[in-house]
């Protein structure tokens, strides 16, 4: 019943890398060399929207982003726990689905704590 | 066991308290949970060993994960006296902070760490323990947002705390890499068995793990965080630092160091040796010249967390020495409650410094007298309990090959008395700045008159403690 | 080729992108080049992850560490406004302690691990106690403890950012 494994049965998975990142590589190669340049100091001119840029594009911003990625990072680790329940899901059985239920029960009162705080609302 | 249960779900109750509204009798609610965790642990005391039920065996050991032993337990009781203590201590510190429920939360949060770190037998809820109880803290360091020193106390705090987890995982890995187990009592056996035969990996991690813990305690030359640190901390945290988080990392390492690493006490034991030495000398030395008091009491707590560490290079037969380390725990946590106690309510804006304490006999002599009971038993003084720690803890040491420390501590000693009569003659002999009496709480003044007492308690009969495992 | 079998190849050229971008992380000057070569290093380590059969640590690695923790880190300098080189200058002798005590660390780890290649490998459990099938029966039983009280910790360190990060609301 344990599963087994060799590292050669990632092959194939290596295999869809190397197609992916060649056929990325290929395009990009084959459309610079491809298409036509015409370089002018206008053209190569960062914009945005046809506006004029101005200052730095490195500005500090807002702690608030900082916050939702860091809950984002938890609740992450949260659901990683979640993927070996679910492939063991038979053989664990009850026992199992109280384990892993007591464990998101926990934070999902930690996630209604969050909701109840505002700490998802972006206003103030 | 028990006791861990029922101070996660205080944690998760305090989390919700503001929520559901029920924040007026949270404060009540935790005090009554610390004393039930702490009856939890007469409890389990003598464990029932002729039927036990199929939920017991599980929750008794979750597959040798953790194990409450009476030495756990004792020190877990240590633990929740303390801080039951510090509640006492908080109860009107937080009153204009906005989220006062989140503060219960991380220190309770904090305690569930630190009960881990007296009951581990495995590493990683070592490891996790350890965590448990530094997040919390490094949060609580950092929670006068608008205070650079705050910031700054917990920032460091943080940085240096997750450099010391990092050694303490590599430490780990590298000791799992030689005997294929998590388990301490696992670890013993490889090492007993395997009769000298073993990699030199495996004491580059023991001397890793060794390293990281004497950073949770702040020995000398992992040292140099503690006293930015407590200094920045808003003092009631920082009262917590020196008493809960010393005390049970404190645990951490005697269980370590005593149960899993306990064959090898040579190896760990020379280098042990000189990070106490090197403890004593600069924390008593550093302390005499400081004039913050909250900053002198940081330093005095590295002097304090060698003589600890001396109990547990001395453990070499039993509960002897084991029973010390308790002793002088107890004896430390009850007399820095008492010393931050009156240091909060002495010196308001939270640093500390040694002119408010002039002329205190004046304005208030009852924190005065406290002050010198708390400050005579952290450095020593016959009758009261710390004479009685360093007196146990010195005879422990007192047949093993590490006798010179002995000379090195009583010459510390000397010294270190010299700083805690510094704050002793500013309160007798120097003149107030003010005539204005300085009030204290009731329940400051109860938490005084226990703790004071306690102290002249287990000073005059030390016997209760020290004969607590036989 | 050459003696070696393909996993020793995949370990060797593993190994040596691996330091290499781990050297590129303390050597660029641009802090958020560093992040990204931390970024390459992790998937390098995923990669060993991988020979050593342990996929869900590998699949963890990439998707937690390489994906949202180097976020937050990218996150954390640009919450820092390190636009210029505005790092200060260290002083000599910092260098010169920094490089003595990493080197003895150093010292002390090749010293440590040195020899061990000659050990007689023991086979503590199975070799595919990595996969993710196995790890599971392992969590859900043995670790059971840890897995549960690791919702404290969660539990903790939510608490802990909603205070530091959240503007208080009166």
């Known amino acids: ?124 | 066991m028990k006791g861990l249960f029922i101070i996660s779900g205080l944690g998760i109750l305090a989390m919700l308290a503001e929520i559901f509204k029920f924040k007026k009798i949270l404060y009540p609610l935790v005090l009554v949970g610390i004393l039930a965790a702490y009856a939890m642990t007469f409890v389990d005391w003598n464990p029932p060993t002729d039927h036990l039920s199929r939920l017991d065996e599980l929750t008794a050991s979750f597959s040798n994960m953790i194990r409450f032993d009476q030495v756990a337990l004792a020190f877990s009781g240590v633990i929740l006296v303390t801080a039951f203590f510090w509640f006492i201590l908080a109860s009107h510190y937080f009153e204009n902070e906005t989220n006062i429920t989140d503060h219960f939360a991380l220190v309770l949060f904090a305690l569930v760490g630190a009960l881990m770190l007296t009951s581990f037998s495995n590493m990683t809820t070592l490891f996790l323990g350890v965590e448990i109880l530094s997040i919390p803290m490094y949060v609580l360091a950092a929670s006068r947002k608008k205070d650079i020193a705050s910031n700054e106390a917990g920032f460091k705090y943080l940085i240096m705390g997750s450099f010391a987890s990092g050694f303490l995982l590599f430490g780990i890995a590298l000791v799992y890499g030689a005997t294929g187990t998590f388990d301490l009592g696992g670890i013993s056996h490889y090492i007993s068995n395997s009769h000298g035969d073993v990699p030199a990996f495996f004491y580059a991690g023991v001397i890793m793990m060794l390293i990281a813990l004497c950073f949770k305690v702040s020995a000398a030359p992992f040292h140099f965080w503690a006293p930015d640190v407590y200094e920045g901390s808003p003092t009631v945290i920082t009262a917590l630092m020196s008493t809960v988080v010393k005390t049970a990392a404190f645990a951490a390492l005697m269980r370590l160091f005593n149960v899993g690493f306990h064959h090898i006490g040579d190896v760990w034991g020379q280098i042990m040796a000189v990070v106490i030495g090197l403890s004593l000398v600069i924390s008593n030395i550093t302390a005499a010249s400081q004039q913050s008091v909250k900053r002198m009491l940081a330093y005095s707590s590295i002097s304090h967390a060698a003589f600890m560490l001396m109990g547990v290079l001395a453990n070499k037969n039993g509960f002897d020495s084991i029973s010390s380390i308790l002793y002088y725990s107890l004896a430390y946590s009850v007399g820095s409650i008492a010393s931050f106690t009156v240091l909060y309510n002495v010196s308001k804006d939270n640093n500390g410094h040694i002119e408010a304490f002039n002329g205190l006999s004046k304005r208030n002599p009852f924190l005065a007298v406290c002050m010198v009971v708390a400050l005579l038993s952290l450095a020593g003084i016959p009758v009261t309990a710390g004479f009685f720690a360093k007196y146990f803890i010195f005879t422990t040491l007192i047949g093993t090959p590490y006798k010179w420390l002995l000379g090195v501590a009583v010459v510390t000693s000397a010294i270190g008395a010299y700083y805690y009569f510094k704050v002793l003659i500013a309160m007798y002999f120097k003149p107030a700045i003010s005539t204005e009496p300085v009030k204290v709480e009731m329940s400051h003044t109860v938490l005084l008159i226990i703790t004071t007492l306690f102290t002249l308690a287990i000073g005059i009969v030390p016997g209760y403690i020290i004969g607590i495992f036989k | ?170």
């Open chain 1, 1 to 124: 019943m344990n599963a087994t494994n060799t590292p050669m049965d990632y092959l194939p998975i290596v295999m869809m890398f190397l197609v992916a990142f060649g056929f990325v590589a290929t395009t990009m190669f084959l459309t610079h060399k491809l298409g036509p340049k015409r370089k002018t100091k206008i053209k190569l001119e960062s914009f945005e929207c046809g506006i004029h840029s101005e200052g730095n594009a490195r500005l500090p911003f807002s702690v608030k982003y900082f916050l939702v990625a860091i809950l984002f990072v938890l609740f992450d680790v949260e659901v990683i726990f979640m993927y070996p329940w679910a492939v063991n899901f038979k053989d664990l059985g009850l026992p199992g689905i109280i384990e892993v239920f007591s464990f998101i029960i926990l934070l999902l009162v930690g996630f209604y704590y969050l909701l109840a705080k505002k700490a998802l609302r972006w206003e103030d």
């Open chain 3, 1 to 170: 080729m050459l003696g070696y079998t393909i996993t020793q190849w995949l370990f060797g050229i593993l190994s040596f992108l691996a330091i290499m971008f781990a050297l590129m992380v303390v050597f660029t000057r641009n802090p958020i080049n560093s992040v990204l070569y931390l970024v390459l290093t992790f998937f390098c380590i995923a990669g060993h992850y991988l020979l050593l059969n342990a996929q869900f640590l590998a699949v963890v690695h990439i998707v937690v560490y390489a994906g949202a923790i180097m976020v937050l880190f990218l996150f954390v300098i640009m919450l820092m406004n390190l636009n210029q080189d505005t790092e200060p200058q260290k002083t000599v002798i910092s260098k010169v302690v920094a490089a003595i005590a990493g080197g003895l660390l150093l010292f002390v780890m090749v010293g440590a691990l040195r020899g061990s290649e000659q050990l007689q490998i023991k086979q503590y459990g199975h070799s595919d106690i990595g996969l993710v099938k196995n790890l599971g029966n392992v969590l859900f039983h043995d670790f059971l403890f840890p897995f549960e009280i690791a919702s404290v910790l969660l539990l903790a360190a939510m608490v802990g950012a909603i205070m530091i990060g959240k503007k208080e609301i009166k």
